[in-house]
C-alpha cells in the first residue's frame, strides 16, 4: 500500500507539472537584466521583450541588477526554481567567470532561450583628449606613462577583452583603469571627462558619436563598419589584429537547467518571433548590431566557441587567474 501511495504521488506530481508547463505563463515572468539601465544590454531586452509579451500572453518585468561584472544577477536566477518564472538577460562575461576567477557558475548552467545579437566594439574618447585615432592614443600612452584614464566594466567585461587584445599586439599599457557597472555609465563618465578613453559596443556609443558628444578612434574590427564608414579599423593601425578578429560582445536570454522542456520550447518560440519584429530589427539596425536569434544547438555551438577563443585570449594576455584547461575549455582548434 505505502508503495502504491508513493507511486501515486509521484504520478499526480508529473501530471501537475506538465499541466503547469501546458499553461505557461500563469503569473509575471521575471527578466532579470545584468547591466544597468542605459546600456547595451538592457537596450536590447527592452527592445524585444514587448514583442515577446505580445506572443506569451504574458507579462515580463524587467528588472536591472548590476554588480560582481554581471556574477549578481546570475546567481539570482540561478539560486531560484527552475520553472521559467526568472529568466536571465545577459551579455557575454559569464562564459569567463571561471577563468577569470569570479565565480563557479557560467552560462553552462543555464539553457538559452535565445542568441539575439551581436555588437561590434569601439574605441571611443573624450572630445578633449589629446589625440584623435587610434595612433594618436598608442602615442599618447608611450609619452605619458599611468596617464590615461581607461574606462572599464570590471575583469571578463568588454573593455577588459578588448584591453587585453590590445596587449597581445601592442604590449603592456601603462593606464589607470577606472571600473563602472555597465558600458552606459561609462559612456556616461566618459562624455563628463572622468575617463579619457572607453572600449565599447558600438550600438551603446553610436548615438553620441553621430551627436558629436564623443570621437571614435577606431572600430574593433578587420574592416571598417558601414554605419561609421569614415572609422578606421584597427588593422589599418596594426595587422597584428588580425589573429583575433573578428570579436564581439553578444546579448542572450538564459533559463536555469531543468526548466521543463516545454516552458522553454515557449520562451524560445516567443523570443524568436520577438527578434524577428521590423521594429526590433531596424533597432538593431540602426544602433549597429548584427541580429543573430538563434537558439537551440546553434546557440550552444556560438557559446562554447566563443567562450573558448575569448578564453584563451585572457590566457595568453596573462589576464586570466585560471586557466581555461581546468575547465575543459579547449583551445581553440585543438
Known sequence: MKRFLIGAVSA????????SAQD???????GIIQWGAGGSTDTVMRAVTPHAED???GTIVLQNMTGGVGAIALNNVAEEDADGYKLLMGAENPLLYKVMGLGDRDYSDFTPINILARGTPILVANNDAPFDDYEGMMQYIEENPGELRIGSTGPGGLPSVVTAMVEAVEGDLDVISVPYDGDGPALTALQGGAIDVMPAVLGASIEAIKAGNMKPLAVVAPEANEFLPD???VTDFNDGYNTYLPWGPFFGIFVKNGTPEEIVTKLRDAYTEAAEQDSF????SSRGYTLMNISGDEAQDFLT?????TAWLL???GMAKNSPEE?????PGE
Open 12 to 19: 499526480l506530481t508529473l501530471v501537475a507539472a506538465s499541466a
Open 24 to 30: 505557461y505563463p500563469t503569473k509575471e515572468i521575471q
Open 55 to 57: 506572443v506569451l500572453g
Open 231 to 233: 572609422v578606421p579599423p
Open 281 to 284: 530589427k531596424e533597432l538593431m
Open 305 to 309: 566557441n566563443w567562450q573558448q577563443g
Open 315 to 317: 590566457q595568453d594576455a
Open 327 to 331: 575547465f575543459g575549455i579547449a583551445r
